[in-house]
């Protein structure tokens, strides 16, 4: 499995895995829209406290952390929503989409766009996923962000996961800008409506409750939701190979974490079998993870959430080729999964992994 040339298309692995997994598991789980009401709860009665409360910011701080943790939940439950997993009610999908993603700023019409068919279709694409870290040769026309590679190798990766907190958010703004010609006419008004109708939301929450309380309120748990959310997302990929053939067994890593946070996020971390059986919902991750193992045990891709954050910190974020990393001020040759990537023996930012 040294050579790019190994790579498996999808749907090979879709073929033999049909063979063995029973028809229900490829039919939407409406009963995962429970979900809403917890969350919707948390962050209504969180709101409801932070500004109607004498407290002091020490205690509306800590009311922001359930409210963010339930932003991201959100999130996720909207992302299985929009991929109709869920439902299959296209206006009812819409709009509940629209509901988990509000917290981010991301209407559910670019999403599909960006995420259901660009980054789904190309993942690891070099030129067609819009989620692919950059490589040396879009480096030199990457403006702004050469700048992070200027910093220490330590500050790029306290950098890098401090902007965790606004990633995902201001990727979504970028894409709308990215994707937005490509709509048709109808479809930009849908876009900016949407887009324009979450900020709306935002703006009268804070003008309700006002400019501090908002702060508890919306900010920090929308700077949460974007941490816990990205600290998922920043491991699906970025540690895997670029590939011109959509093989997610190569190009996508599945974390192991701790039980009830597979609750909570509704098994998120499976995301190598999520880019197997993109409509499939999550609750059968783990049959799909059991068989991958059971069938690829060389090829599927695995490890600990901390492990996998661990080798995201200490890897720069950007591709010398496809199956290596690179800082590209300092060199070196940092490896990928499934071509010399072991958390065990990555060395420290700052110490090259190959000269």
């Not at 409210?67 to 929503?81: D, K, N, P, R």
Request: proline share 7%; net charge positive; hydrophobic share 45%.
């Amino acid at each position: 499995m040294g050579s790019i040339s190994d790579h498996v298309h999808l749907g090979v692995y879709v073929k033999e895995l049909k063979k063995h997994l029973p028809r229900e598991v490829f039919k939407p789980v409406p009963s995962r829209l429970w979900w809403l009401l917890p969350h919707l709860l948390v962050v209504a009665f969180g709101i409801y406290a932070i500004s109607t409360t004498q407290w002091n910011w020490a205690i509306k701080l800590a009311i922001s952390v359930p409210i963010g943790a339930s932003f991201a939940s959100l999130g996720i439950l909207g992302h299985e929503v929009l991929h109709g997993s869920v439902i299959r009610t296209p206006w009812l999908r819409n709009v509940i989409g629209f509901l988990c993603f509000m917290p981010f700023n991301i209407g559910p019409r670019i999403w599909r766009k960006w995420h259901n068919v660009e980054h789904h279709g190309h993942t690891q694409h070099e030129h067609l996923d819009p989620d692919h870290s950059i490589t040396f040769q879009e480096y030199e026309h990457a403006g702004v962000r050469r700048i992070l590679f200027w910093f220490n190798p330590f500050f790029q990766s306290v950098i890098t996961f401090a902007f965790f907190s606004i990633w995902f958010t201001l990727t979504g703004i970028s894409m709308l800008i990215r994707f937005f010609p490509t709509f048709t006419p109808k479809g930009r008004i849908s876009v900016i409506a949407q887009f324009l109708l979450s900020v709306g939301l935002w703006v009268g929450l804070a003008v309700l409750i006002g400019p501090i309380e908002f702060i508890f309120a919306g900010l920090v748990p929308m700077m949460i939701a974007n941490f816990i959310v990205m600290s998922y997302i920043a491991t699906n990929h970025v540690l895997s190979p670029l590939t011109s053939v959509n093989d997610p067994l190569s190009n996508s890593l599945s974390v192991r974490t701790l039980k009830w946070l597979d609750i909570l996020y509704l098994n998120f971390s499976h995301h190598t079998e999520h880019h197997l059986f993109p409509s499939m919902s999550p609750k059968y991750a783990p049959q799909v993870k059991a068989l991958c193992k059971q069938l690829w045990p060389d090829r599927y891709h695995e490890m600990s959430h901390r492990k996998a954050l661990l080798c995201v910190w200490r890897t720069p974020r950007l591709y010398a080729h496809e199956t290596g990393l690179t800082d590209p001020v300092r060199g070196g040759d940092y490896p990928v999964l499934g071509h010399g990537l072991d958390p065990e023996t990555l060395p420290p930012r700052g110490k090259r992994a190959t000269n």
